[in-house]
């Protein structure tokens, strides 16, 4: 009796383990909150499926991540930490990270490698900027909605914006960044190529962000472009200083 028993319980198991695995991916609709996220198109399964179309809520806007394939740890279930490999293309845009999710707001992203347009910026910023802007995370660490640790580097090429006579060209940059202890990040911006030049440290401690970058070089003899710089650096000497502190 007791084999029976035994054999049946380990047929149930089996019968478990393989409807889990071939859960349908839809079954991801009752996973994530609608109002943040958007899957159209979707098929595969629920560990390793793939979506037409995504779009993902930021803030009042939506960020299209076009089509989108991920793959789920299903061990990370059980510990009520999903863990997820996304990788989303569109046009130049793409997206490409194991995302290990604890809540909406605390996170964990590693092998973060990200690419999006410059214009996505403008939201933030005085002027219009061009360009592309790249993440490449070794690891980032969101909690409670703001990052708390950091190790990477973000890197605008081709950089530019777009005056009322077109396009001026400014330079490549990059924003080397790394933790310096609990919630506190340090970054430093280096100038790869251009005519404008930028340096200078950026601090996060917590929410309060500091920022004090000197601008300078032979770009900055474009009247509209000191202009446009005016409008949140101050002149020092033949170059312009960005010093900025306040809270996100």
């Not at 510990?79 to 604890?102: E, I």
């Amino acid at each position: 009796m007791r084999a029976r028993w035994l054999t049946g319980a380990c047929l149930c198991l089996c019968f478990v383990a393989l409807l889990l695995a071939a859960a349908p991916a839809r079954l991801l609709f009752h996973l994530v909150p609608p109002e943040r996220v958007v899957l159209q198109g979707v098929s595969g399964t629920l560990w390793r499926g793939q979506a037409a179309r995504a779009l993902i809520a930021t803030g009042d806007d939506w960020l299209h991540l076009g089509s989108l394939s991920w793959q789920l740890s299903p061990i990370s279930l059980a510990l009520f930490s999903p863990t997820v490999t996304l990788d989303s293309q569109w046009g130049r845009q793409r997206f490409n990270a194991q995302v290990t999710y604890h809540s909406e707001r605390d996170m964990e992203l590693e092998a973060l490698d990200a690419v999006f347009d410059a214009g996505l910026l403008r939201r933030y910023l005085p002027v219009a900027l061009l360009g592309s802007v790249g993440l490449q995370f070794e690891r980032l660490v969101i909690r409670e909605g703001l990052p708390e640790e950091a190790q990477g580097r973000v890197v605008w090429e081709e950089g530019a914006w777009r005056s009322p006579q077109g396009r001026r060209s400014l330079g490549s940059y990059v924003l080397d960044v790394s933790a310096a202890g609990p919630g506190v990040i340090n970054g430093e911006v280096i100038t790869l190529a251009g005519d404008v030049k930028a340096s200078g440290p950026v601090v996060l401690r917590q929410a309060d962000y500091e920022f004090d970058v000197l601008i300078s070089g032979p770009g900055l003899s474009d009247p509209q472009l000191r202009q446009a710089i005016q409008l949140v650096a101050s002149p020092e000497g033949d170059a312009y200083r960005i010093k900025l502190e306040g809270t996100l």
